[in-house]
């Protein structure tokens, strides 16, 4: 089965920096793109970038654009997303997806942005 299991939040000055990490099974990692999303309280999970299979195209919100960079390992089965310069409005949970045939979800990971 399909499982997505994110790791590297928490607590984090407004400038500061933080690495995320999605450690996907149960598929063929390499042939699918991988996206982030995120969820700030009492607002609707949006998209936050994605990377294609092989990692050679990547795209991001406008929010992020500059800050972050999400990167992959297909021998790790990993997708990463570096986080720079975070900013309060950059506080909410953070989400892994794949779409096979459906989304998947992982459990999420709590980013908090705050001095």
């Known amino acids: 089965q399909v499982q997505l299991v994110e790791s590297g939040g928490g607590l984090v000055q407004p400038g500061g920096s933080l690495r995320l990490s999605c450690a996907a099974s149960?598929?063929?990692?390499?042939?699918?793109?991988m996206r982030w999303y995120r969820q700030a309280p009492g607002k609707e999970r949006e998209f936050v970038a994605i990377?294609?299979?092989?990692?050679?195209?990547?795209t991001y919100a406008d929010s992020v654009k500059g800050r972050f960079t999400i990167s992959r390992d297909n021998v790790k089965n990993t997708v990463y997303l570096q986080m720079n310069n975070l900013k309060p409005e950059d506080m909410a949970v953070y989400y892994c997806?794949?779409?096979?045939?459906?989304?998947?979800w992982g459990q999420g990971t709590q980013v908090t942005v705050s001095s």
């Open positions: 990377i294609t299979s092989a990692g050679g195209s990547t």
């Open positions: 997806n794949a779409f096979i045939s459906r989304h998947y």
């Open positions: 149960g598929f063929t990692f390499s042939s699918y793109a």
